[in-house]
């Protein structure tokens, strides 16, 4: 037989095996043994972590210190957004699985970026109200053919990995009430484990996991007691309940594990990182005192059945948003002479923990960021020594770090060549207050400390203000000797989350557009590329056809983003998923310039007093999405830049929601048309300033940029050395 026939006729087996195993392979299918084996699987990218022990460290190498110079952008996928982005996207054998803004899900061909399906769960757009800190979500799970993600009102869907249609949905949360999800779900043994968000508007945190085949329910977690009354779910509730005093369950709690968890399969430990307490004074929340069990802890629990193991508190009596839902580490380390199974974590508190997986023993806590609510940690009781007075009981205080914390949710790595851990590490200030009682009110965050009076009005102030208190580096620290092994000044603070690969590279997007590869031993810059849009979310790297890529989400916002952070050029407004190779030659479309900025309308005939509380209601309700006095992160509308046409309909807009479908809810119910009216007028004036910096001559805007730097630089020396706090 001519080769040519011979050819042919081996085709048909061929053809017909190839269908066979693809009718009998499933897409995206992992199981148990492969989520175990993920370390040898260097080409995907299974888990959230990369592996189950959350280190973010890939053993690929062929883009190395050799050569990432020559990397350059290979596709990229327009979400059709400009919002912000936070996902760890999911890589299984060439398919990609990722979240966008509003938790919607897609599904790429990974060599390609070409769309294999979307899947939008239909978040109703009200819940721009309800989240802190944008309507973000972190990523999916994916196990044995169905891709899992939580969506921002609370539900867990499962959807089929080859078809983008629903297989199941939960709802896994009291929807009356202000949770949200935003974290990635996690999977262990078939079991699906989600938390939730919400504890700035009084909600009390739990864990819950599902059956991965048909959604039901197999055990849930609380993370602080509830009402006494009404009997303890379990003995660890009862327990914490002896931490805490008043009538703490009227203010719902706190302790929403948001963001990370880890496993660790030998011990069969699941580990919960929790967050603040609810509202953030202790003396509100629990007037006569307490550690408040398990706000700010790390929890172990049974992945099975959810049953307490053992808690480490990183923050006892937490006070001022210092969660402990940061990433966590697992690896075994060198510690003083014997190796040792830890978990490592940089949270808010700006102390970077080492704790004994095993049994939760502290092992060491030494400040990575510049920390002034507590001198160290002691030794011995594990507890940190606070600075007297820091709790702002008796007076206002500037606290180091802020809210904001010294890390955030953005995920570290750990590299086990070099020894070190890679934070996306914040200094940062803020002034705290306690409110004189603790009163809800519909539609604002109850946080138990005073609201300001509204914000200056005057941007190049505030932005040099925001500059002298707030700034980021890429942080390289030795977990072994406890000390910073290198950093990498940033130009802002929030910037993206870690890769560290065995390429001996550390990879990372920035506030101010770029992403970025470094030596992971020495910090030194390999090689940068301007990305249109600041990037906060984490890159993962994974390989097709032996071929590396590395892939990121660029796409601004998340709680700093929208309210204080950097302002993104007009025009920059494509969140995307961007992927990279050597020698990628793809080109981003040039960004489309912004129309010209609307002139503003007359000023009103208010008085003083309707500006100020116009300015005042602002800052309780606009600020957190359109930023502080008008100045927003770039990705929603900056209310001072108004056109004509919207100021006629800010009545419709603002009270009515006529722009509900667009993310921008109605404030009807707790916002009088007097209300909207004193918002409005103030950011006319607030439009009429804008017009004045915009228009200020060259040489006075540097004399202005001068003074407000001496002004600020004075008035962050009077705050920081005390002499301001009472
Ligand atoms: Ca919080």
Request: aromatic residues 10%; charged residues 20%.
């Amino acid at each position: 037989m001519p080769y040519h026939r011979l050819r042919h006729w081996l085709a048909v087996p061929i053809l017909l095996a190839v269908v066979l195993a693809s009718m009998f392979s499933q897409a995206a299918d992992i199981d148990h043994q492969r989520a175990l084996a993920a370390e040898q699987e260097p080409q995907n990218w299974l888990l959230h972590g990369r592996t189950y022990a959350e280190q973010r460290h890939s053993p690929l190498r062929q883009i190395n210190d050799g050569n990432a110079e020559q990397l350059g952008l290979d596709w990229f996928f327009d979400t059709n957004t400009n919002r912000g982005l936070e996902a760890t996207p999911i890589v299984v054998d060439g398919v990609m699985y990722l979240t966008g803004t509003w938790s919607v899900v897609y599904a790429l061909d990974a060599r390609s970026g070409e769309l294999l399906w979307e899947y939008d769960p239909q978040v109703p757009r009200e819940m721009a109200r309800k989240v802190c800190c944008d309507v973000v979500n972190r990523g999916v799970a994916v196990w044995q053919g169905k891709v899992y993600v939580g969506t921002l009102d609370g539900r867990l869907v499962a959807i089929d990995a080859a078809t983008g249609e629903t297989v199941w949905q939960v709802v896994t949360v009291d929807q009356s009430l202000p949770y949200t999800i935003t974290g990635a779900p996690r999977v262990v043994k078939d079991k699906i484990i989600i938390g939730n968000g919400g504890a700035e508007y009084g909600v009390r945190g739990h864990v819950s996991a599902y059956d991965a085949a048909s959604g039901e329910r197999i055990w849930r977690f609380y993370t602080v007691p509830g009402n006494p009354d009404e009997g303890f779910e379990n003995e660890a509730m009862a327990k914490a309940a002896e931490t805490w005093t008043g009538e703490w369950w009227k203010l719902g709690g706190g302790g929403t594990v948001w963001d990370s968890m880890a496993y660790d399969p030998e011990l069969d430990l699941f580990y919960l990182g929790v967050g603040n307490g609810s509202p953030w004074s202790r003396h509100l929340r629990s007037p006569q005192g307490g550690d408040n069990l398990y706000l700010s802890s790390i929890v172990a629990i049974r992945p099975d059945t959810g049953e307490y193991v053992w808690h480490y508190q990183v923050v006892p009596a937490e006070s001022w948003d210092y969660t402990a839902t940061q990433h966590m580490i697992l690896a075994d380390i060198d510690w003083q002479g014997e190796t040792r199974k830890v978990l490592m974590q940089a949270p808010k508190s700006g102390f970077f923990m080492i704790i004994d997986r095993e049994t939760g023993e502290f092992l060491s806590a030494e400040p990575y960021v510049e920390v002034n609510w507590a001198t160290h940690y002691d030794p011995e009781t594990g507890r940190p020594v606070e600075v007297e007075g820091m709790d702002y009981e008796h007076g206002s205080k500037s606290v180091k770090p802020s809210g904001g914390g010294g890390h955030n949710w953005q995920p570290m790595a750990y590299n086990p060549d070099t020894g070190l851990v890679y934070i996306p590490a914040m200094e940062s200030m803020m002034v705290y207050e306690q409110a004189e009682k603790m009163q809800y009110e519909p539609g604002l965050r109850h946080l138990g400390i005073k609201r300001g009076e509204g914000p200056p009005g005057n941007e190049l102030f505030l932005n040099i203000l925001i500059d002298k208190v707030s700034s980021g580096h890429l942080l390289a620290w030795d977990p072994v000797q406890q000390k910073e092994a290198w950093r990498v000044p940033l130009r802002h603070s929030w910037n993206g989350g870690v890769l560290s690969t065995a390429g001996n590279l550390v990879l990372q997007g920035t506030a101010d557009r770029r992403m970025v590869a470094y030596r992971a031993d020495t910090g030194k810059q390999l090689w940068d590329m301007d990305v249109q849009t600041g990037i906060m979310a984490p890159p993962i790297t994974y390989s097709v056809d032996g071929e590396q890529y590395v892939t990121v989400l660029a796409g601004w916002g998340g709680g700093f983003g929208l309210m204080t952070g950097v302002k993104q050029p007009p025009g920059a407004k494509r969140s995307r998923v961007l992927t990279f190779k050597l020698g990628g030659a793809m080109q981003l479309p040039p960004t489309i310039e912004a129309g010209p900025i609307p002139e503003p309308p007359a000023l009103t005939d208010a008085s003083d007093e309707v500006i100020a509380r116009g300015s005042t209601l602002y800052g309780s309700y606009c600020s957190f999405c359109h930023g502080v006095a008008g100045i927003s992160g770039g990705t929603l509308p900056d209310l001072r830049r108004l056109p004509e046409h919207t100021h006629m309909s800010f009545e419709l807009i603002v009270h009515k929601g006529a722009f509900k479908s667009l993310g921008m809810p109605g404030f009807g119910d707790v916002l009088s048309k007097q209300d909207v009216a004193a918002i409005q007028s103030y950011l006319i004036v607030e439009a009429h300033k804008d017009k004045v910096l915009r228009e200020t001559p060259p040489w006075l805007l540097k004399i202005k940029t001068f003074f407000y730097h001496l002004v600020t630089s004075l008035i962050v020396l009077f705050v920081d050395t005390g002499t301001a706090t009472g």
